[in-house]
């Protein structure tokens, strides 16, 4: 396992941006794919986007699509979600998780390793 630290939540208006961070406490962190989730109130936790560990297969949830970027920086063992034109139904607690060398089927992978989330709220 690998411990993740989120932050770059926060109260932004509708149609802004936010870039999320997903700080990793190690250099295995390279090995790992990562994943975007995120919950909001009274609902399930559903799947936002993904990144294998190679870094050269990326998958996201259709809402999020041309919006939404994922990325990860081996060197900084850092992963990134950049959210662009935000909207209110992306109000979220958002968690990142991270797999040992997956390559696809992001969403449904069982990952063993979870940050505490960041809070994002897309304001009207």
């Known amino acids: 396992q690998v411990q993740l630290v989120e932050s770059g939540g926060g109260l932004v208006q509708a149609g802004g941006s936010l870039r999320l961070t997903c700080a990793a406490s190690?250099?295995?962190?390279?090995?790992?794919?990562m994943a975007w989730f995120r919950q909001a109130p009274g609902k399930d936790r559903e799947f936002v986007a993904g990144?294998?560990?190679?870094?050269?297969?990326?998958d996201y949830t259709p809402s999020v699509e041309g919006r939404f970027t994922i990325s990860k920086d081996n060197a900084e063992n850092t992963g990134y979600l950049q959210m662009n034109n935000l909207k209110p139904e992306d109000t979220a607690v958002y968690f990142c998780?991270?797999?040992?060398?997956?390559?696809?089927?992001?969403?449904?992978?069982?990952?063993?390793?979870w940050g505490q989330g960041t809070q994002v709220t897309v304001s009207s």
């Open positions: 990144i294998s560990w190679t870094g050269t297969d990326t």
């Open positions: 998780a991270a797999g040992w060398q997956v390559l696809d089927d992001f969403a449904d992978y069982p990952y063993d390793s």
């Open positions: 190690d250099r295995t962190f390279s090995m790992y794919a």
